[in-house]
């Protein structure tokens, strides 16, 4: 499976894993009804405990903004996350915690910098991942 995302809202998306370093960041992608992402949406990181390897969406936020692309017509198709000093594959926590009908895009974030970003989709019993190729849409 391929998730295509447009330049804009990859480039959003790694920069804000730059300026959380060293925590995590989390947000969305929106997409249209192709599957192909069009926008980031920055969420705060309400995680309790310390944020470098962790994040939680407040979920009462997730609920408003999926309302908000409903009413444009749009979709959460995928969260992302970065992974400060940490590859760009789903923790254990990140699988247990997933919803199965997003896609997960992970940026690693080693020393302050974006590294590698990748693209998962959980399993339904949550114990793996299938990788999902990502292509960055340019115009």
């Not at 370093?21 to 992402?37: F, N, S, T």
């Not at 020393?111 to 960055?136: F, N």
């Amino acid at each position: 499976m391929t998730i295509r995302i447009a330049k804009k809202a990859f480039d959003e998306m790694r920069a804000h894993a730059e300026a959380t370093y060293p925590e995590e960041c989390c947000g969305l992608l929106v997409a249209d009804g192709k599957k192909e992402i069009l926008e980031s949406v920055k969420m705060r990181n309400v995680f309790s405990g310390p944020r470098h390897d962790r994040y939680d969406i407040d979920p009462l936020e997730l609920f408003r903004a999926d309302r908000s692309v409903a009413a444009r017509g749009l979709r959460i198709a995928a969260i992302y996350h970065s992974h400060p000093d940490y590859p760009a594959t789903l923790s254990r926590f990140d699988l247990d915690h997933s919803f199965t009908w997003y896609s997960y895009v992970v940026t690693s974030v080693p020393k302050g910098r974006a590294g590698d970003t990748r693209a998962w989709l959980p399993s339904d019993d949550h114990r793996a991942a299938v990788e999902e190729e990502i292509q960055v849409v340019v115009g």
